[in-house]
Nanobody
Framework: QVQLVESGGGSVQAGGSLRLSCAGA?????MGWFRQAPGKEREGVAS???????GYADSVKGRFTISRDNAKNTLYLQMNNLKPEDTAMYYC?????????????????????WGQGTQVTVSS
């Protein structure tokens, strides 16, 4: 059974930074960060493969950085220059059906394990 536990959310003013963490991210998994705002569909934010290759949604490119520490089985999302439109519940997710992740997609349907989420609120 895979357990993913996010932490690091909070409330910040526009232009501020937060760093999210997700424990339970084994190096063989494709990993992703997703977010869901009230009334909106869940969307992919960033993804990372087993070798550290990354992908980002256009809306966060240049502001967010996804990384993983394989020794600690931990996934991170560094979020800089936050905007009010970044306000959402943020989830980490794992695709565990791989022995090595070559390409980590940004589609939520590709992931089979999810954390409980951590709230990020950005005020203007």
């Amino acid at each position: 059974q895979v357990q993913l536990v996010e932490s690091g959310g909070g409330s910040v003013q526009a232009g501020g930074s937060l760093r999210l963490s997700c424990a339970g991210a084994a190096y063989t998994y494709c990993m992703g960060w997703f977010r869901q705002a009230p009334g909106k569909e869940r969307e992919g934010v960033a993804s990372i493969n087993s070798g550290g290759g990354t992908g980002y949604a256009d809306s966060v490119k240049g502001r967010f950085t996804i990384s993983r520490d394989n020794a600690k089985n931990t996934l991170y999302l560094q979020m800089n220059n936050l905007k009010p439109e970044d306000t959402a519940m943020y989830y980490c997710a794992a695709d565990t059906e791989t022995t090595w992740c070559y390409l980590a997609p940004l589609r939520p349907t590709e992931y089979n394990y999810w954390g409980q989420g951590t709230q990020v609120t950005v005020s203007s």
